[in-house]
Nanobody
Framework: QVQVVESGGGLVEAGGSLRLSCSVF????????MGWFRQAPGKKREGVSC????????WYADSVKGRFTISKDATTNTLYLQMNSLKPEDTAMYYC?????????????????WGQGTQVTVSS
């Protein structure tokens, strides 16, 4: 059974940084694209960033470009999201999505496995 576990969320002041991690268990092969989605209270889930299978090509939502950096350790199928210059509007539950089609337009249905989420709260 595949398990996806996120960590690294928390409470931070505006302008601060957090690093999210996502580990994949129970998958004995390399995964395809991986990505991060987020959902704020009362809003739809949205794609934040994704990266291709080899960790070479990455895409970002316009709202996070220049502030967030996605990376992947292909040997361990571990995904990271370095979030700098955080803003109150970044407050959301962040979800790791695994084994999907990585592209500028991210679709939830394209990813096979999901974590339970990690909460990020940015205070003003």
């Amino acid at each position: 059974q595949v398990q996806v576990v996120e960590s690294g969320g928390g409470l931070v002041e505006a302008g601060g940084s957090l690093r999210l991690s996502c580990s994949v268990f129970g998958l004995s092969r390399d995964v395809d694209g991986m990505g991060w989605f987020r959902q704020a209270p009362g809003k739809k889930r949205e794609g934040v960033s994704c990266i291709d299978r080899d960790g070479v090509h990455a895409w970002y939502a316009d709202s996070v470009k220049g502030r967030f950096t996605i990376s992947k350790d292909a040997t361990t199928n571990t995904l990271y999201l370095q979030m700098n210059s955080l803003k109150p509007e970044d407050t959301a539950m962040y979800y790791c999505a695994v084994d999907g089609f990585a592209a500028q337009q991210m679709y939830e249905a394209d990813f096979a496995y999901w974590g339970q989420g990690t909460q990020v709260t940015v205070s003003s």
